[in-house]
């Protein structure tokens, strides 16, 4: 019984230590969270002013691009797709050469989301930019001859966006 009388109040002891050290220890790490939250949200800040400071990127255009603008992009991609032999071009293979063009795709068509919604072109790139990554995605569940088709649906929608980006000044 003695035993019992020591050890409820060290247990009780003990329960309340435990809660006095997680406390501070919760906050001694909220000032470290919210520093690193405001140099992630300056060094945004200084993306996006050095962006919008560049006369050839547009508003709210954050990363990079080695094209100068979207119709450079279509032109470059549509010419690179023609150039690749037609059996090669509709044929699926992981190291086939439609798949980097088919990544660059997904890749510059979010970068030039802006310019794109601005040109009312959203319809066009949406369509070839979700094609483009249903077959090109690692994870994507298309088997490869469906993988297959959709290549022809891609040129069909880069020729569509091809169209729409050389017609309009």
Known sequence: MKKLII??????????????????????E????QETEELAETETWEMFEANAANPKSTFQQLGYSEYDDVEHFITTVHDHWYA???Q????????GENLPL????????NYWKT?????????????LQSTAFQISSPLSELHDQQKENELIHFQEQLDSA?????SEP
């Open 88 to 95: 090669q071009r509709f044929t699926y293979t992981t190291e």
């Open 102 to 109: 088919l990544s660059k795709v997904v890749k510059e068509a």
């Open 7 to 28: 050890a409820i109040p060290l247990l009780s002891f003990a329960v309340l230590a435990v809660l006095v050290i997680k406390a501070n220890f919760g906050d001694s």
């Open 84 to 86: 690749i032999h037609p």
């Open 30 to 33: 909220t000032p470290a969270l």
């Open 162 to 166: 091809y169209k729409r980006a050389t």
């Open 115 to 127: 310019v794109i919604e601005e040109r009312g072109w959203t319809r066009e790139f949406n369509r």
